[in-house]
């Protein structure tokens, strides 16, 4: 069972940044699809970026392109969302997940596992 820990949300101001961290229980990058979702109060779970195993293959929302950066480190067992200029709008509850299945990377039940997820608040 592959478990998932996120860690490094918090509260900055617009145009801030973050580093969100998510701690592997193995080492996994190498063989899952690891993607980064958020989830604000009301609206429903959001794929924000995925990196693939096959090699350094990244995939963004639209929302996101240009301001986040998702990268892994296989010998850290670690994946990171590099989060800069922040906007009151990414302000959300956000999710790690890993999955070995073929599919659309920005579809939450594509993913076999999941973090707890790390509150992200942004103010303007």
């Known amino acids: 069972q592959v478990q998932l820990v996120e860690s490094g949300g918090g509260s900055v101001q617009a145009g801030g940044s973050l580093r969100l961290s998510c701690a592997a229980s193995?080492?996994?990058?190498?063989?899952?699809?690891m993607g980064w979702f958020r989830q604000a109060p009301g609206k429903e779970r959001e794929g924000v970026a995925a990196?693939?195993?096959?090699?350094?293959?990244?995939y963004y929302a639209d929302s996101v392109k240009g301001r986040f950066t998702i990268s892994r480190d296989n010998a850290k067992k670690t994946l990171y969302l590099q989060m800069n200029s922040l906007k009151p709008e990414d302000t959300a509850m956000y999710y790690c997940?890993?999955?070995?299945?073929?599919?659309?990377?920005?579809?939450?039940?594509?993913?076999?596992?999941w973090g707890q997820g790390t509150q992200v608040t942004v103010s303007s």
């Open positions: 997940a890993a999955t070995t299945r073929s599919g659309s990377w920005s579809v939450p039940n594509l993913y076999d596992y």
């Open positions: 990196t693939y195993n096959s090699g350094p293959i990244t």
């Open positions: 193995e080492n996994i990058y190498s063989r899952y699809v």
